[in-house]
């Protein structure tokens, strides 16, 4: 019997997924905010300009930070692979740790340190699942990484982006799915689904663009979501539900962006949605 069984890896892939976004909820794993330095410590050099709106500021941030996480990962592949994440039976527990210099042909480049440890529970046979009988697995995992930029060169559209500073990311979460058999090899079966994450994420860079136009930027921004107990039988709408929570949350999180220039006075303020901050800035 394996009906349901093929929801697993969907629903790990799911909440996996929300990982990379971000929520804040009561049911939280305690990320914090990372720690970060004083824009007055930050290296810059070449700006000959400063933005002159918040807008112009946060398009900069934007842009120039999509790009620097584009070519991240376009050089170390995705987290799974950078980490080398387990395809675990029964219970494993694995720590991965991360020291990369990537360069740029374009100038600088990027270190990588950091760590990520994962824990996985399956059941001990789910080639035959049992009548009358609850199942259930178990993902764990805590990360993080800190990259620093050498004055790296990356490019995006017409554009060129030398950054100079720091990032910083930790992530933990937690997925537990059981899934409740039925009366029969035939009969339907029911499961549950709960998890958890917390992320933090800190930026403190200079960025200058290639005609001169350049800002410092400082955000530091911790989130934590969680839900428990989502019904996956067939006729719940539960976990539509949750995801249209989750969704509608992250469009009221908001971070904030202080700017400033190569003088280190403050220009400006802006406020940056969940999604928008880790869309750019992400690295993990």
Same mark, same amino acid.
């Given at each position: 019997m394996k009906k349901g069984f093929p929801w697993l890896a969907a629903l790990i892939a799911?909440?996996? !997924? !929300?990982?990379?976004?971000?929520?804040?909820?009561?049911?939280?794993? $305690?990320? %914090? #905010?990372?720690?970060?330095?004083?824009?007055?410590?930050?290296?810059?050099?070449?700006?000959?300009?400063?933005?002159? /709106?918040?807008?112009?500021? @946060?398009?900069?941030?934007?842009?120039?930070?999509?790009? !620097?996480?584009?070519?991240?990962?376009?050089?170390?592949?995705?987290?799974?692979?950078?980490?080398? *994440?387990?395809?675990? *039976?029964?219970?494993?527990?694995?720590?991965?740790? !991360?020291?990369?210099?990537?360069?740029?042909?374009?100038?600088?480049?990027?270190?990588?340190?950091?760590?990520?440890?994962?824990?996985?529970?399956?059941?001990?046979?789910?080639?035959?699942? @049992?009548?009358?009988?609850?199942?259930?697995?178990?993902?764990?995992?805590?990360?993080?990484?800190?990259?620093t930029m050498n004055s790296v060169k990356v490019k995006k559209g017409i554009h060129t982006y030398t950054i100079c500073g720091t990032l910083k990311e930790t992530q933990a979460s937690n997925v537990n799915f059981d899934y409740?058999?039925? #009366?029969? @090899?035939?009969?339907?079966? %029911? $499961?549950?689904?709960?998890?958890?994450?917390?992320?933090?994420?800190? /930026? #403190?860079?200079?960025v200058v663009r290639e005609d001169g136009l350049g800002a410092k930027f400082v955000i530091s921004y911790a989130a934590n979501y969680g839900k428990d107990d989502i019904s996956l039988s067939e006729d719940s709408n539960e976990m539509v539900a949750a995801e249209k929570e989750l969704e509608d949350y992250l469009k009221q999180q908001t971070a904030t962006l202080t700017v400033y220039d190569q003088n280190n006075n403050k220009i400006s303020e802006s406020n940056l949605s969940a999604n928008e901050e880790f869309d750019s800035a992400s690295i993990f």
């Open positions: 799911l909440t996996l !997924l !929300l990982v990379g976004c971000s929520s804040s909820s009561d049911d939280d794993d $305690g990320i %914090s #905010a990372p720690d970060l330095p004083d824009a007055s410590t930050i290296t810059m050099t070449g700006a000959s300009s400063a933005p002159a /709106t918040a807008a112009e500021a @946060q398009a900069l941030y934007t842009d120039s930070l999509g790009a !620097l996480s584009a070519f991240i990962d376009s050089n170390t592949g995705s987290n799974s692979s950078r980490f080398s *994440r387990a395809n675990a *039976r029964k219970t494993t527990s694995d720590t991965k740790s !991360l020291t990369e210099n990537i360069p740029s042909s374009n100038g600088g480049s990027v270190d990588l340190v950091g760590s990520y440890t994962e824990t996985s529970t399956f059941p001990d046979d789910t080639e035959t699942f @049992q009548p009358n009988h609850t199942y259930s697995w178990n993902y764990s995992m805590d990360g993080n990484v800190t990259g409740k058999t039925g #009366a029969t @090899q035939d009969a339907t079966g %029911s $499961g549950t689904l709960s998890f958890s994450f917390g992320i933090g994420l800190g /930026t #403190a860079v200079s």
